[in-house]
């Protein structure tokens, strides 16, 4: 059977194509992207998944003021298997991010291009490409009328680039009855070309705003102000003392400790002539599992208070993130050792575990004590201009998936 799958999806090039033209074509931005949410894309996907062949194709909506039509919708199907109390599940989001300067593109960026093996045009590898190598598979199982070992779950969610609160975070705790304790769990959003790189764990991730108001005065009589960017300058260059402090390694994530970058820094006066009386700046903090964000903050603020007596200013904090890390998928749990054996037999390459400093959406089933894993084959250009993604990989992605489903 996973034979006449695998001839099945080595004949699906235009199949991807015609799929990826018509996702690129349907921009699916959030509203703090600029856009309408997923609905148009989603109404697609769900006209798509029917014709197709699947017997329900589940609807969740998110309520979501900030859209036209109040809600961010997901979808849930199913074929059912052998086994239907157990369900493997791949799991891709269906909105993107703008495409950002159009000068830097070298084709419109919601027309997909294709240059041989290559297909050209937003989202097409995120994360159209997990999109379409789940309903590749899909259409191998029903056009062929085969039945797998289990059920074969394909959810597209919602949200995902602007934090989850409306996609996969509210599928998991306002839907928890989709999923069951034995189900096997797939998310293809995050990989490297060779397709050896299987995420296990993810760090924290925690995004601060700093304040430093201190008073605006005329750069000539100094005395007469509080020297905002003075204070501020003070602060970021002991913001390394964080690494020292909270020094854990696992050679399990590269790099093997915790990170804490000042970043983002906003503008404070127009002219050179004026002492700043108010600065901002950010810092992105990507911490080991073990360390309480808490701590992390205490720690912070200890260094603001310093700060404060010695530069007579006054320090305030807001989180724009704050994610905790959830526990890790084990290295020896059924969808990793499936995994590996799936990724080992369709590249013929020695698949590596790890951990990483960014977030996915595995992180919210791991939470829920779902055990997840993320994988696929990427060209790592995600977010950039001429976004590409790989015909070839997306096939040999989706023959994988397909192995996952007759090892049980």
């Known amino acids: 059977m996973l034979a006449a799958i695998n001839r099945h999806l080595e004949s699906s090039a235009q ?27 989603t109404e697609f996907l769900k006209s798509y998944l029917r014709d197709m062949g699947f017997a329900e194709v589940r609807e969740m909506r998110a309520p979501d003021p900030a859209v036209p039509c109040g809600y961010r919708p997901s979808l849930a199907a199913l074929i059912p298997g052998r086994n239907t109390a157990k369900t493997f599940w791949v799991i891709s989001h269906t909105d993107i991010v703008p495409p950002g300067d159009l000068a830097l593109w070298n084709s419109d960026p919601y027309a997909l291009k294709v240059d041989g093996d290559i297909l050209i045009g937003r989202g097409v590898e995120d994360n159209h490409q997990g999109i379409v190598s789940s309903l590749v598979v899909a259409k191998a199982l029903l056009d062929l009328k085969i039945t797998p070992d289990i059920n074969y779950g394909v959810l597209l ?31 293809p959003d995050f990989g490297e070309p060779k397709s050896e790189m299987i995420e296990i764990a993810e760090k924290s991730m925690f995004w601060l705003k700093v304040v430093v108001e201190g008073k605006q005065c005329h750069a000539s009589t100094p005395k007469a102000g509080i020297n905002s960017l003075l204070a501020a300058s003070a602060f970021i260059v002991r913001v390394p003392e964080l690494n ?71 320090i305030s904090y807001e989180f724009v993130q704050r994610e905790q890390a959830a526990p890790p998928t084990p290295a020896d749990s059924e969808i990793v050792t499936r995994l590996v054996a799936a ?66």
């Open 157 to 187: 969610v919602a949200d995902e680039e602007t934090g989850s609160k409306y996609g996969l975070d509210y599928v998991v705790k306002n839907h928890p009855e989709l999923f069951g304790p034995e189900d096997l769990f797939l998310v």
């Open 15 to 41: 199949t991807i194509i015609d799929l990826q033209r018509s996702l690129v074509a349907i921009p699916a931005l959030g509203p703090l992207n600029g856009g309408p949410g997923e609905k148009d894309k």
């Open 244 to 314: 020292q402090r909270f020094d854990r390694q696992d050679p399990l994530f590269d790099p093997p400790h915790s990170t804490f970058q000042p970043t983002k820094k906003e503008a404070n006066v127009e002219n050179i002539n004026t002492i700043p009386g108010r600065d901002v700046f950010y810092l992105d903090c990507r911490v080991m599992p073990g360390y309480d964000l808490d701590e992390i903050m205490a720690a912070i603020r200890e260094i603001g208070d310093a700060v404060e007596r010695e530069h007579g200013v006054s």
């Open 343 to 408: 990724v080992k037999d369709v590249f013929h390459n020695e698949p590596k575990l790890q951990g990483i400093g960014g977030g996915t959406v595995a992180a919210y089933l791991r939470r829920a004590g779902h055990k997840a894993a993320v994988w696929s084959t990427l060209m790592h250009n995600a977010h950039q201009p001429n976004e590409r993604s790989s015909i070839s990989c997306s096939i040999k992605d989706a023959k994988v998936m397909a192995a996952l489903l007759f090892d049980a």
